[in-house]
Nanobody, 128 residues
């Protein structure tokens, strides 16, 4: 089992940057595929970015591709989401997620149902 703590959200002007962090407990961090999702008020939880267990594969939603980078640090047991050129439409609560089911070292998971652990969420607000 793993516990996830999201942080790094805040209020930023359009064009600005934020780096979200997701700290994972436990010694088996490297066995989890990781992802970031976001949910705006009244909308479904949408995929943002994902990284494979080995860290060698990543995937991004079309809406953020080129502006967002996901990475993981096996020493710090942390996943990061670097977000640049933020836009008001990026405003949402961002959630980190971990998937424990073995799917190989290189596969990235893009749907919420594939994840079984979630962080508490961190609010990102982008003003125009």
């Amino acid at each position: 089992q793993v516990q996830l703590v999201d942080s790094g959200g805040g209020l930023v002007q359009a064009g600005g940057s934020l780096r979200l962090s997701c700290a994972a407990s436990g010694r088996t961090f490297s066995t989890y595929a990781m992802g970031w999702f976001r949910q705006a008020p009244g909308k479904e939880r949408d995929f943002v970015a994902a990284i494979s267990r080995g860290g060698g594969s990543t995937n991004y939603a079309d809406s953020v591709r080129g502006r967002v980078t996901i990475s993981r640090d096996g020493v710090k047991n942390t996943v990061y989401l670097q977000m640049d050129s933020l836009e008001p439409k990026d405003t949402a609560v961002y959630y980190c997620a971990a998937a424990s089911k073995w799917t190989g070292y290189n596969r990235v998971l893009v749907t919420p149902l594939e994840y079984d652990y979630w962080g508490q969420g961190t609010q990102v607000t982008v003003s125009s």
